[in-house]
């Protein structure tokens, strides 16, 4: 592999990764690792690197040997798409070849699908969830995961209460065979 | 020093089958002692949080299989405190099924009428109620005026949730807050303490020997409060009957394990484990459809966009549950709310030019999260799965502190499965895509495999010693004294939420096992009332009791 100035971090080819699988704006102009391919916040900014080395999650100890397994896979890919090589092989890939590269990798009976699924799903909950945070904190600090949900906020005691939750009226006709405790019979 | 411990009964788990045993057990004067692997929290100790090491981790075991991952409870409470509390009855049809086996799979002894005096006691032990259409949350009454408008019923549950304490906060998968959903934390476990029994939390049973004496010895170790993967001690305790409720995905492990010491097991334990037949499909509902098509509203602005409000499933669709159709083609469909992450990652855009399940279409799915209503299929597997060799300790290989490992579960869904999953697809899609009212894709099995929230049947009972590890007490084929009462040992897939059934299977256990003890020499007497002193549901029980003890 050619030596470039700035050889990638570890965490630049994991935000890489984690950027395709919830894409997101770039935080800067020189922004590497994420793509640029959607508005607003994504894995990236929802903190995917803090989820991915929680000591919590139990992901940490391999993350290392990811970044540097999907960078070979990367220079795999692209020396059989005939792509340049003089650039860093998975973050110097743009979004759509770093989206075919994840597929492979993720596509059922890959030999490395469990490790690759569960990066995924590490990035895709630091989206969803924010689980390196409290969640009534990361909706105060406007984690763009929840709030791309439209996840609503709690209240001032740190839990959730809908107060107003039903229509309020029958809204279609039960079973014929309904038993008198409710249940089929 | 290190004398070894002794009790009348040793319980693993302290989920349905563990604490409904626990408490008539010693309620009725035997020392009973339950080792639970999972920590023991109270009420406001069950968090509304995603953080890693909340209670939405703490309480929660997530296992990858082959094939097929697992979520179950893991704490003081069991499923109880984490489930949705959601309780049919299984329909009639269900006890005369055949399933992969050709002829009926339940115990000639159980059918529903069988079973009827057993789920009246736990229902007037938890309570379990009906549920009334204006306790029903905005994703129940959409997706009931769904079914209406597509030609279809629609029932709301019964359930275990006091509806009067409920804030509808969607945390119930958590442990519930309020003290609404009635967890066995509220009933029987308090009970089972009150009459002497004793709960040790962090205690993973690793596996059973037997004595000299015909007594059972119960190997533990003790296990970190934070760090599942941690053992921080370990001991024995020996038992005259042991009871094995440690959950569907646990118990044949831990027997597994014994084996080499303990002797063969039947074999059928570690075999025909189903996954209740379980499938979501994610719809996002457009929600001028919602207003134009169902005419419903919540205000001015919203006619839905409320999936984050209520309890998990409170509305159920009861139309496939027909015994007159052909067996792997009926099923019930409930709307549902999963929280973020469990009910986000395998969710699938409809139409999907790209990846379905990541990527940008997806992130634009979730800006539509609000509008999302999932449904919960519940159909007939064919109790294809199997376990492979147990795992060093516990169930599972941990790769979190919490939460989450790989298992040994192998399961390849049968021709028959995937048609009901099919049939169960299309008929969600009749529903839900009516007149354009929304879009429906199934969750994709590509990731962890098929999934399900209510494993059973992977040491059942039956009549067949070829085909059911248990026979119709619950008693270990070949093992005298050794009893299993959690959802392993329900036959087969139950077309309905598991938990009642589970529990019913339960009740009508405990009799043959206060015989046994007897018949050891410890008196322990049978007929304790439900666990608040009411005593109603104990006179329908009376007769089948009778034939037990006599």
């Not at chain 1, 969830?129 to 105060?140: N, P, R, S, V, Y």
Request: hydrophobic letters at 40%; aromatic letters at 8%.
């Amino acid at each position: 592999m050619p030596e470039t100035e700035c050889p990638p971090s570890r965490n630049t080819v994991l935000e890489a990764f984690a950027d395709t699988i919830i894409p997101g704006e770039k935080r800067h102009p020189d922004d590497r690792a994420v793509a640029g391919v959607s508005q607003g916040g994504g894995a990236v900014a929802a903190g995917a690197i803090d989820v991915l080395e929680t000591p919590e999650g139990g992901m940490a100890p391999a993350l290392d040997d990811l970044a540097r397994m999907l960078d070979e896979h990367a220079v795999a890919y692209r020396a059989g798409c005939g792509l340049p090589e003089d650039r860093e092989p998975f973050v110097g890939l743009g979004y759509d070849d770093r989206l075919a590269l994840v597929g492979e990798l993720l596509a059922p009976g890959h030999p490395e699908h469990a490790m690759w699924a569960g990066l995924a799903m590490f990035s895709f909950m630091a989206f969803d969830t924010g689980a390196h945070m409290h969640t009534a904190d990361a909706i105060a600090a406007g984690h763009p995961g929840l709030a791309t949900l439209g996840f609503a906020p709690p209240g001032e005691d740190g839990l959730w209460r809908f107060p107003a939750y039903s229509y309020g009226r029958p809204l279609a006709d039960v079973h014929p065979d309904t038993d008198p405790t409710g249940s089929p019979v | 020093m290190n004398a070894t411990e002794t009790t009348d009964v040793l319980i693993v788990g302290s989920g349905f089958g563990g604490s409904i045993t626990a408490y008539h057990l010693a309620a009725g004067g035997a020392k009973v002692t339950v080792l639970e692997r999972g920590p023991w929290l109270n009420s406001e100790e069950f968090d509304h949080d995603f953080k890693f090491g909340s209670s939405t981790t703490r309480v929660f075991d997530f296992v990858v299989g082959d094939g097929m991952s697992v979520l179950g409870g893991n704490c003081v409470g069991g499923g109880s405190v984490v489930y949705f509390a959601t309780m049919p009855r299984a329909p009639r049809f269900v006890f005369e099924r055949h399933g992969s086996i050709g002829r009926r799979m339940w115990p000639a002894a159980i059918d529903r009428d069988a079973l009827e005096p057993w789920y009246d006691r736990v229902a007037e032990a938890l309570p379990v109620t009906p549920t009334s259409w204006d306790e029903v949350p905005y994703i129940g009454g959409v997706f009931a005026a769904a079914c209406k408008a597509a030609g279809h019923t629609a029932n709301p549950s019964p359930s275990a949730v006091d509806t009067s304490l409920c804030t509808n906060c969607n945390w119930m998968m958590s442990g519930c807050r309020f003290d609404a959903k009635r967890s066995l934390l509220l009933n029987y476990l308090p009970a089972a303490l009150s009459h002497g029994a004793e709960i040790r939390p962090l205690h993973e049973v690793q596996k059973i020997t037997k004595l000299d004496t015909g007594d059972y010895r119960v190997h533990y170790n003790t296990i970190d409060e934070v760090d599942y993967r941690q053992q921080t001690g370990s001991g024995t305790i020996d038992a005259k009957i042991v009871i094995l409720a440690a959950g569907t995905a646990a118990t044949p492990v831990i027997l597994q394990r014994s084996e080499p010491e303990l002797g063969r097991m039947p074999h059928a334990v570690g075999r025909y484990f189903s996954g209740n037949g379980e499938r979501l499909n994610t719809a996002v509902l457009e929600d001028d459809k919602v207003r134009e098509l169902l005419g419903l509203s919540r205000d001015e602005a919203n006619a839905y966009g409320a999936y984050q409000i209520g309890r998990g499933p409170v509305v159920a669709s009861w139309d496939r549950l027909d015994g007159d159709l052909p067996e792997y083609e009926r099923f019930s469909l409930e709307q549902l709310y999963f929280p973020p992450g469990f009910g986000t990652i395998l969710a699938q855009v409809p139409d999907a030019k790209g990846p379905s399940w990541y990527g940008p279409e997806k992130k634009e799915m979730l800006r539509k999260w609000r509008s999302w209503l999932t449904v919960f299929t519940m159909s007939e597997d064919d109790n294809e799965g199997v376990f492979g060799p147990p795992p060093p300790t516990g169930n599972s290989e941990r790769l979190s502190q919490q939460l989450l490992g790989f298992g040994s579960l192998r399961y390849r869904p049968t021709e028959n499965t995937l048609r009901g999953w099919e049939v169960s697809d299309a008929a969600v899609r009749d529903i839900l895509e009516h007149n354009g009212l929304a879009r429906v894709m199934p969750w994709t099995n590509d990731v962890i495999g098929a999934y399900t929230v209510h494993p059973l049947a992977s040491c059942r009972i039956g009549d067949d010693p070829e085909t059911s590890a248990l026979d119709d007490r619950h008693e270990l084929r070949g093992h005298p004294g050794i009893f299993v009462t959690d959802g392993s040992a329900v036959p087969g897939a139950l077309t309905v939420n598991p938990a009642f059934t589970i529990a019913a299977l339960a009740e009508r256990a405990v009799p043959g096992i206060v015989h046994a003890l007897r018949e050891r020499g410890v008196e322990v007497h049978y007929g304790a009332p439900a666990p608040d002193g009411g005593g109603a549901a104990r006179r329908g029980t009376a007769a089948a009791v009778r034939t037990v003890l006599g």
